[in-house]
């Protein structure tokens, strides 16, 4: 069976989402929505860096799109600085019936316990008025921190703390508004950026540690933020502008969830803009990882090295995230409607892609 999907943006994951969907045997691509003018009448091949055409055009029109009745759309428009916007997109394209894979809100991974159930609810009331299902994933929050820490407890003999970690370099990550704005990376260490402001990063992470706690059957009793940073020791340069000496060039946090004092389930991010800053903390396995630590008995590591064939593993984490989306489309067409999460899904393999 081929399902019909419109790719829904065409940034740093929409662009590898194209692609994917190209590359999918079982995918047809019936359009391309985007926000800037200047990108629509563009094919979407160009669109996406193919080197040749796809044979569909680019539109700002969503009414036209959704009126072609594709079976998915695959949404990768940032929700980071314009979270409403986001939903009100979502609602709207459930309610006209469609399914949705997206990597945005990162906090409908899984909702419940992490934010109040009115930043949820219109979403499920979408899906069920439209009959229709979204999956919100990527690499992390995502695989990296659902499935397969999920998959590592399952040969374990007693858990005492699963802890997810990310390190990279984000030196490559060309995107200013979240290096910079978001992250406040290039920043002064006396300024709060928008992600340490209190309570943001359990709305962007606490839906890893309550899924974890889920698919353990744990209880928590709350959820915790821990943050650090450190300057830059000179002037550098990175693809997305300049850090200057004195700012934020390296950020290191923890989201906890805790139970009777202890932090039983926990995500780690540990940044860098350059490898030679903070030499203690954690270091990636290859040039970037995802790692899994389950202690208990026996202990298990599970390091995750991207690369991407250019050399850069900030690609693969991008591919990785578009590639979680658009390989999940036949499962999420295919499931219940409603709000769905990892736990929710069978697994996902890249079915037609060798």
Partial sequence: ????????????????????????????????????????????????????????????????????????????????????????????????????????????????GVVPAGMSEPVREAAAAGGASIFVNGIDPGFANDVLPLAVTGISERIDQVRCVEILNYATYDQATVLFDIMGFGRSLDETPMLLQPGVLTMAWGSVVRQIAAGLGVELDEVAEWHTRLPAPDTFAVSAGTIEKGTTAALRFEVRGMRGGEAVIVLEHVTRLRDD??????????????????????????????????????????????????????????????????????????????
């Fill in 1 to 112: 069976m081929t399902y019909r999907v419109v790719q829904w943006s065409t940034g740093n994951v929409g662009r590898h989402a194209i692609a994917g969907i190209d590359a999918r045997p079982d995918l047809e691509l019936a359009g391309v929505w985007v926000s800037n003018p200047g990108k629509v009448g563009k094919d979407a091949g160009e669109l996406a860096g193919l080197g040749r055409g796809l044979g569909v055009t680019a539109t700002g029109d969503a009414d036209a799109l959704l009126a072609l009745r594709p079976d998915c759309v695959v949404y990768t428009s940032m929700a980071d600085v314009r979270l409403m916007e986001a939903i009100d997109d979502l609602c709207r394209i459930l309610r006209a019936g469609v399914n949705v894979v997206s990597s945005s809100p990162v906090f409908l991974q899984f909702p419940d």
């Fill in 277 to 354: 800053l903070a030499p203690d903390w954690p270091q990636p396995a290859g040039d970037g990882c995802y790692r899994v630590e389950v202690r208990g008995e026996p202990n298990y590591t599970v390091d995750l090295r991207l690369l991407g064939t250019d050399g850069d593993h900030n690609t693969a984490g991008l591919k990785a995230t578009a590639m979680r989306l658009v390989n999940a489309v036949p499962a999420v067409v295919q499931a219940p409607p409603g709000l769905l999460t990892a736990l929710d899904l069978p697994l996902i393999p890249g079915r037609g892609l060798l």
